[in-house]
């Protein structure tokens, strides 16, 4: 097996130690939400929100309904999703940074709970705000079960 000569050590060790960690961010809807129908709702995880993760302040309980990016970066985001029980319509969800989305995904519905996910990579700016949207088409008013948005940073 080969070792590393002392140049190769000296150089491993200060990488690792110049290593920035990832920062990240993860909510989750602490209650049901009732979607209308037909209409784009951004998912407001309110005050009383699980935070599973937050290294860098991310979520703030002023604006529940968004994720502050703080620091500049490509990001990843996950969104996953639930929906009640209704055979008709559409179901969409999809996460905007600013004004722009960066994941989405779109369809038909189930008789069934709809479990939905959509991920996406983004270059963000500081303060830059990213929110969850969802749209259902089932006729009449929707429970949003469940909403889960994760973010983290992979890359300046």
Avoid at 63 to 91: C, L, M
Wanted: hydrophobic share 40%; proline share 4%; with cysteine.
């Amino acid at each position: 097996m080969n070792s590393l000569t002392n140049n190769q050590t000296s150089e491993v060790r200060r990488i690792i130690t110049t290593m920035t960690p990832p920062c990240y961010c993860c909510v989750v809807l602490p209650a049901v939400q009732s979607i209308p129908d037909a209409a784009d709702t951004t998912v407001d995880f309110t005050s009383g929100a699980t935070v599973e993760a937050d290294t860098d302040s991310f979520f703030s309980t002023s604006d529940p309904d968004q994720i502050t990016i703080p620091k500049a970066g490509f990001y990843v985001v996950t969104a996953n999703v639930s929906f009640a029980t209704d055979a008709d319509g559409i179901r969409t969800v999809w996460v905007v940074n600013e004004s722009t989305t960066v994941a989405r995904i779109r369809t038909t519905s189930l008789d069934a709970e709809m479990h939905l996910s959509c991920a996406g990579g983004f270059l963000a700016a500081a303060s830059d705000a990213l929110v969850l949207k969802v749209r259902q088409s089932g006729g009449a008013a929707l429970n949003l079960n469940s909403a889960r948005l994760a973010v983290v940073r992979v890359g300046p």
